[in-house]
């Protein structure tokens, strides 16, 4: 029997450090049926007062093993652990360095409705980890209630094409500002475009603005090399307008939460701060836009709709919802009126 332990990011949030261990072994169980080597006791484990997430194996974890695990939200440093005498000795095991664009990218900026950068990792290895596609496929993100674009930076870490659709203006403008700045700032080969993708006239036409950009100016030069990131102020609801039939092969998003900065979308269209109404209004067109085999991962709070209620609206479209024990631990409180939890539904 194989031991690791994983030391936890310590994050930039208490609160959220503090439960942070139990949704770690959720995500974790989850990578674990990736593994090629059989992992059993994933459980908590303390070392002279500090934390770690132990995993236990019937062989060595392979390097393809050991790349999920170095992309897993909550990992800091890994560790093999051989015990002798009672006592731990812990050899460090190189993480694998996946980074297409510094994650510090999506830590830099703070505001008032900002998803955890860690929660918003979190729920994009559900989805990919939850779908048949894997992290080395050129994979294609939409987070259909983008905000000022927390997903979509995550996603660029990975060097995933992302998209967002946002219903409030200001957040399009101010996250299309932050990328610009910041791909400059990195010394990234880019262009960016603002194209229509919908509507007869002036006064109904939807645009995207569209970065496209990569590592080096070599890598530019072959638009195959060119990763896409994509933001258009508009409405969920009308997603399949906006972009072609499969065009994605993994929705995330973080619902609004039916309290302070929900959906105000009053003369937008939508008109609803519930999630399960907002869900119903976009589900249909979510799916079209959405491959086979793809997943939906979404976060929202459990104070303002059931779990049962989001599962049915998933059923009716066409999604399978994940129902397996590691699906159901994602739950927990961020504050008084904010229960969160995660669902995970997969296109049939
Ligand atoms: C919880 S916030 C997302 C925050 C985002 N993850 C971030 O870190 O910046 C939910 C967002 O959904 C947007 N929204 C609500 N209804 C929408 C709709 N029908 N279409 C598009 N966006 C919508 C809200 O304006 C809000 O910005």
């Known amino acids: 029997m194989y031991s690791y332990l994983i030391l936890q990011n310590p994050g930039h949030n208490r609160v959220y450090y503090n439960l942070a261990a139990e949704l770690a072994l959720a995500e974790l169980t989850i990578a674990s049926e990736r593994f090629n080597t059989e992992c059993k006791n994933l459980s908590v484990k303390e070392i002279k007062g500090v934390r770690y997430i132990n995993v236990q194996t019937e062989s060595e974890l392979s390097e393809q093993d050991i790349d999920t695990v170095s992309r897993l939200s909550f990992v800091f440093a890994i560790y093999r652990e051989e015990e002798r005498d009672g006592v731990s000795y812990l050899t460090p095991v190189a993480a694998t360095n996946y980074h297409y664009i510094d994650d510090k990218i999506s830590s830099l900026q703070k505001y008032q409705g900002k998803t955890n950068e860690l929660f918003t990792k979190m729920m994009i290895n559900v989805a990919l980890l939850s ?179 989001l599962t049915q609206i998933f059923e009716s479209n066409g999604f399978t919802v994940l129902n397996t024990e590691a699906y159901n631990r994602f739950e927990h409180m961020v504050d008084k009126s904010i229960k969160r939890d995660i669902i995970v539904a997969k296109k049939n």
Request: proline letters at 3%.
């Open 131 to 309: 779908s048949d596609f894997d992290y080395t496929d050129e994979i294609n993100l939409l987070d259909p209630v983008a905000g000022r674009g927390t997903t979509l930076f995550e996603a660029t870490v990975y060097g995933f094409n992302a998209c967002g659709i946002e219903i409030e203006p200001k957040p399009v403008t101010d996250a299309n500002l932050f990328f610009k700045k910041f791909i400059e700032a990195e010394r990234y080969k880019h262009r960016s475009d603002k194209r229509q993708v919908y509507g007869r006239n002036k006064s109904e036409a939807i645009y995207i603005s569209e970065f496209e950009y990569a590592k080096t100016k070599d890598l530019f030069k072959d638009e195959d090399n060119r990763k896409v990131l994509g933001l258009i102020n508009g409405n969920s609801s009308d997603t399949d307008k906006y972009f072609k039939r499969n065009s994605f092969n993994l929705i995330v998003g973080d619902l609004p939460y039916g309290i302070a900065h929900g959906n105000t979308t009053v003369n937008r269209g939508s008109g609803t701060r519930n999630p399960s109404e907002l869900l119903n209004s976009c589900a249909p067109a979510w799916s079209k836009v959405l491959k086979q085999g793809g997943t939906v991962v979404l976060a929202w709070n459990s104070f303002v709709a059931s779990r049962q209620r």
